[in-house]
């Protein structure tokens, strides 16, 4: 990623090819064995070297209390006439929906398909969509006793699709259906949207938001090459 955190465009990535082809060694540190399941951290040589190992779900969380009501959202998801899946595909997002879910809101962990992380992601395709998908669309298509509501993410947890009980909800839709209610239901954002983004192949739902809200959209290209 370039400094601004945008995809690093190819006049970065061709410089930092041309510096790989010029590389004649490389040395190696002898580390002792670091436990990252032990948060805290661990100095080297005398004190030269540091590594910090920490909880990222509960800096996440910590993070998600600043923008998002959570008492709101347990007493939601706790009502008796909700229900909900949240299949992770067995990708990274598993470790965060337990912790967001189950520690932190106080739900069945019943709700959680396919939430051990594995480097295999168990033999499926950590893709959520309504193909790789497809128990998760199966469960929520299934009628009127399918969950209220379900989620499902990829493997690394920055692509999600979202279902409503025998309704899917397209990525372009639901973003713009977050912007439209921000205002209203994000406490971080309780004083209005300055602007909203999306990318260029995101559908113009966005855009139909925007115009009625009276605010800019900002569209980007696409991280691939």
């Known amino acids: 990623n370039s400094r601004d955190g945008a995809p690093a465009p190819e006049s970065l990535t061709d410089i930092v090819y ?33 590594v910090e190992v920490i909880d990222s779900s509960a800096e996440y969380i910590a993070m998600a209390k ?19 899946i949240a299949d992770t595909l067995h990708g990274v997002a598993g470790v965060y929906t337990r912790a ?5 809101l106080g739900m069945n962990p019943s709700c959680l398909h396919h939430a051990e992380a594995l480097p295999d992601f168990g033999g499926y395709h950590p893709d959520p969509n309504l193909v790789h998908a497809s128990e998760l669309v199966a469960a929520m298509m299934s009628g009127e006793n399918a969950p209220f509501f379900g989620l499902a993410a990829d493997g690394d947890a920055d692509r999600n699709m979202i279902l409503g009980r025998g309704v899917f909800v397209s990525p372009s839709d639901s973003v713009a259906i977050i912007a439209a209610h921000a205002r209203d239901c994000i406490p971080r954002f309780a004083d209005g949207l300055r602007g909203v983004a999306r990318s260029m192949p995101t559908s113009r739902a966005l855009d139909r938001v925007a115009q009625h ?4 959209v900002y569209e980007v290209p696409t991280g691939w090459k």
Do not use: W
Not at 21 to 48: M, R, T, W
Not at 100 to 104: C, E, P, R
Not at 213 to 216: D, F, P, R, S
């Open 18 to 50: 041309e510096q790989t082809c010029s590389i004649s060694e490389y040395l190696v540190a002898k580390l002792p064995h670091i436990n990252i399941e032990a948060k805290g951290l661990v100095s080297f040589g005398d004190g030269q070297f540091e």
């Open 66 to 84: 600043e923008v998002f009501d959570f008492d709101a959202i347990r007493a939601f998801v706790n009502r008796s006439d909700f229900s909900m």
């Open 100 to 104: 967001v879910l189950v520690d932190t």
């Open 213 to 216: 809200l009276g605010i800019n």
